[in-house]
């Protein structure tokens, strides 16, 4: 448990979820946020048990109090000279994570990648409660681990997404399945080197032993590579690939290779499901649901009638015979590349939005025959333009608004073509989050005039 003063850096969902954690059980703890215009009153107002909380805002670098431990929300990069400042005072830094397993109990399932934690993350939630009766699904998903950990019990399983962000800051956090469903370049603005941002990934195997069993993609260059070094039993799952051990793809079927034994587990066309990258999630889930021993028929009849998460490859309507899929939750190329690939006959894509320092290349060089027009919108608009006419598409069309996007694609689209939002970089400067912006896309596509 900690002791003495606490500091949460930050006062969004997860700060205000730890402080009220903190608060729960005694501790003296204040709230920070750097912004000198935060609205206290507001901040306080966001939890009932915070309603008298110790709230500062703007530099804290010159003052005189010092802290025992420090807090910090996942929006907080562990370089922030502030944070700098406060580790320099001797403070003891942890994250929002941390923090819920310290004050936790129970068995933890955890799960980070560059793409694929959402969906993963819930179909292993349902899994598991074929088999658990307290099942927590928490983590990056939007629901705080922090609002959960200290009414779990012994009989408790945590089924947590854990992004990057979370995973920089864990030391004691400890999984005892966890998974890494890939690695591609992302967040390289906050982590700066992809050898940074895998070893972030990576730690979600902290404090693992060959006790502990970790999933891994052995298709992808980072997580295939990790295997030969993992604290944990590493079990293997493949879409590209046969294994002598582990999980993959033949073809539509998904199989089963242990001790050389091999067995056939289902069908891809019997889930709800699409493409190939939900292939790869599903093989995760399952062999997640057998290292909790959850019964495989169980974890088959979840996957076949498991029903996809909302933003990512969502069918939304058809309007005169145009399909409309929602994948605002492609932000990054390597996601959105996967939207593409699961898109049948001819798509008007949308794409842009925030910077985070992404290369488009590859994304653009899964055009194919698939993609006939592209509409960009946001600050990486001119860049990914500029991208896509150096690989030769040139069918390119600005827009100002996402609303003015749709409408372009819904004109250039024909009856059996598709319309697919996946722009292929993060939401923010024009919308709160991802699941604004595919809101805003579903609602405005289901009011289309036929």
């Known amino acids: 448990m900690l002791s003495g003063k606490t500091l949460v850096f930050g006062t969004g969902k997860s700060g205000l979820s730890s402080a009220a954690l903190l608060k729960r059980q005694g501790a003296d703890v204040l709230l920070y946020n750097s912004d000198p215009d935060t609205d206290i009153d507001k901040v306080r107002a966001g939890r009932k048990e915070l309603a008298d909380a110790k709230v500062i805002v703007g530099d804290i670098t010159d003052s005189k109090i010092k802290y025992d431990n420090v807090v910090l929300s ?5 370089d922030n000279p502030t944070v700098e400042y406060l580790r320099e005072t001797g403070a003891n830094i942890i994250g929002e994570i941390e923090l819920g397993y310290i004050y936790g109990k129970g068995k933890i399932v955890a799960i980070t990648g560059t793409n694929g934690k ?3 993350t819930t179909l292993v939630g349902d899994i598991m409660r074929r088999k658990y009766s307290d099942v927590r699904v928490v983590g990056n998903i939007g ?8 009414s779990a019990t012994d009989d408790t399983v945590f089924v947590a997404e854990i992004s990057s962000f979370q995973l920089e800051t864990v030391k004691d956090f400890h999984a005892d399945v966890s998974a890494i469903l890939n690695i591609t370049p992302d967040h390289l603005n906050r ?7 895998a070893e972030c990934k990576e730690r979600v195997t902290n404090k693992a032993t060959n006790k502990n069993i970790c999933v891994l993609n052995a298709d992808n260059e980072y997580t295939a590579d990790f295997a030969k070094r993992c604290p944990a039993k590493a079990v293997m799952f493949s879409s590209q690939n046969e294994l002598e051990e582990g999980i993959f793809l033949r073809g539509d079927d998904i199989f089963i290779k242990e001790n050389g034994a091999e067995r ?3 069908n891809v066309n019997e889930m709800n499901l699409v ?3 939900n292939a790869e999630n599903v093989m995760a889930a399952i062999a997640m649901g057998m290292a909790m021993e959850v019964p495989l028929a169980d974890i088959i009849d979840t996957v ?3 029903k996809a998460v909302e933003h990512r490859i969502e069918y939304t309507a058809t309007k005169r015979g145009v399909k409309f899929y929602n994948d605002s939750k492609g932000t990054n190329p390597d996601a959105a590349i996967q939207g593409i690939k699961a898109m049948n006959g001819p798509t008007c894509l949308i794409g842009g939005g925030y910077d985070k320092g992404s290369e488009y290349d590859e994304w653009i060089d899964a055009f194919g025959d698939k993609v006939k027009k592209l509409v960009l919108l946001g600050q990486t608009a001119e860049k990914i333009a500029d991208c896509a006419k150096k690989h030769g598409f040139n069918d390119i069309i600005f827009a100002e608004t996402l ?3 749709i409408d372009i694609c819904y004109a250039n689209a024909e009856a059996g073509e598709n319309v697919l939002l996946s722009p292929a970089c993060a939401s923010w400067g024009m919308f709160d989050n991802y699941e604004q912006r595919g809101d805003i896309f579903k609602e405005y596509v289901k009011k289309l005039e036929e």
């Open 275 to 277: 493409g190939t990258c």
């Open 74 to 78: 996942p929006g907080v990069a562990i």
């Open 191 to 197: 982590h700066y080197t992809m050898e940074c941002y």
């Open 304 to 306: 076949k009638n498991f």
């Open 403 to 405: 609303e003015e996007a």
């Open 143 to 150: 629901n705080p681990y922090t609002d959960e950990a200290d």
């Open 118 to 120: 959402t969906t993963t």
């Open 264 to 266: 056939k587990l289902m």
